[in-house]
């Protein structure tokens, strides 16, 4: 007559473990690249997993097998994805924004802060973490296309041959 309020609660229980274990298997078997720092596109592809994730176990007509095949494409859609970057520096630009000079040999650039969306503080801030307290005696910053900021102290920027694929701060990406 009355439904068992338990039954719920240990139908989600159990689809919890059994999505969670197989959410585990399938990220061993995408690789490292699927846990990497982020970038942008990967950022979204994680938030998509969350998502499915909790479809699979809140959903009660989502089947467990459907689910982990959304998780398995998506997981193969990034690989491709990552593997098309790799072969065409054009399709990376497409889906990877470019690292940009912020600083450079002590001098802020503020065009490249506005279209970055970072504040001098930021810049800052990543100086100090760097364990320097003088903007003058740095050589850059650059934000990396996952919106870290990299500092580098050396001699000069043109000495620097990390900084040849970096965009300046000028520079419009394509």
Known sequence: MFPDPWSG???????????????????????????????????????????????????????????????????????????????????ARLVRSPPRLLLTDGVIHENALKREGITRAEVEAAIRKNGHGRIEDVTAVVVESNGKLSVICAQSAAQCSALRSVLGPDERSS
């Open 9 to 91: 609660v240990v139908s989600t229980a159990l689809m919890t473990v059994a999505a969670y274990l197989c959410l585990i298997i399938v990220l061993r078997i995408a690789g490292k690249r699927s846990l990497s720092k982020l970038n942008p596109f990967d950022f979204v592809v994680t938030v998509a997993l969350g998502a499915l994730l909790a479809s699979i176990i809140l959903q009660p007509g989502t089947a467990l097998i459907d689910g982990l095949v959304a998780v398995a494409g998506l997981l193969l859609l990034q690989g491709l994805v990552a593997s098309m970057c790799r072969k065409s520096a054009r399709f």
